[in-house]
């Protein structure tokens, strides 16, 4: 298929021009929603320019798009890398997006890969163009895979909420990449009711793909959301997510790491954790669900009289916390489902869902269970008062913003 590539315009007298290229992908719908989008005269797919320029980035990349130090870079649209290219990002970059709101987002599609490593003292950010920037200004950043999820059998391959690209497949050791010391602000702009954007998302992302010292700040939805995939994420840090901070569905079997989820004034769940996506159904043969692994997680809300459930399992998932801290909440865990397709107690009483050594801190209520199936606070939890959660103000230090 053709496919325009659409690579930005330098804002000090760059000549305009318009190019275009085609792949062997296989179609897909693609809108783009970018304005003023042209090529830069200064690449042809590579390199991002050179010497001190401002450029502007939208549109699908059928070819690698590294970008320059030297340069300052704009997202003003879609910005979509095909399969088969990478984006590289250096250390100490700061990419600005058009305060446009769910159209302007960087999607890693199916095959291709991104390299964003920062670190500790030169983190990659991504944030907001606004004078007063705010939660929603952009969409955020979105990585698909082809490892497995529960919403299709088979070799087949569900479709993004935003992009409408695919994801899923059969690879758990598929690689999308390196996110490392990266922070996505002000992010989760909203398309319609049903569909918005988080901070980061990841479509059946494989077990390849690096994700560690990445936090969301100020976003609107979600913090981190993982549809299916066997992706891990290790030091991950979510600041005042107006939705749920962490959040999984379709069959999700990776391992979080050193988890830190603080609320500010408009929030939801640390955790919303789904065994399969309730919209679409539970669709694997065999059927599984969600299962992952979560270790060192600290959530802070804002009291219990003012912050409902810090953590909710639900729609059969299951799942296993180790050294967990809770402060601040209504209630600790709120277990939701039934004793047939959402049998989210049942992962309980099989031992396949489980907690060891959490302190729970200002929470009114430790489990609310509400699946139909019969279980006690001791089949679910073990080691109450022994859980110190993750040690965020060492591992966070320097990077991070707004703890």
Known sequence: MKNRILFGFALLGALLMTSCASDDTAD??????????????NTTGGSGGTGGQTIFLSGTYTTDLTLDANNTYKINGSLIMASG????????MTIEA????ADVYVAISQGARIDAQGTADCPIIFTSDA?????GDWGGLILLGSAPINSV??????????????YGGTNASDNSGTLRYVRVQYSGGSADGQSENNGVSFYGVGNQTTVEYVQVFEGKDDGFEFFGGTVNANFISVVNAQDDSIDWTEGYTGTITNAYVKHGADH???????????????????IYFSAPTVNNL?????GSANSSEAIRLRAGTRATFNNVSLEGYAEGFDLDGNDTDSPTGAGVTSGETSVTDILFTDITLKVKNDTGV?????DLISGDGNGTGTDYATWGAGWTVGN
């Not at 290219?85 to 100490?92: D, V």
């Not at 004078?131 to 939660?135: D, E, K, L, V, Y």
């Not at 070799?155 to 409408?164: K, L, V």
Request: hydrophobic share 30%.
């Open 28 to 41: 897909i719908n693609i809108t783009d929603n970018s304005d003023n989008s042209v090529t830069n005269n």
């Open 85 to 92: 290219t990478t984006l590289t990002i250096p250390p100490c």
């Open 98 to 101: 058009l305060a446009g709101g």
């Open 131 to 135: 004078s007063a920037p705010a939660a």
């Open 153 to 166: 059998s088979g070799t087949a391959t569900s479709t993004s909420e935003i992009a409408s690209l695919p």
């Open 268 to 286: 939801d769940k640390g955790i919303e954790a789904d065994g399969f996506n309730t919209d679409i159904g539970n669709n694997s043969n065999p």
């Open 298 to 302: 600290t959530i802070i809300g804002l």
């Open 374 to 378: 019969s279980f006690t606070d001791a």
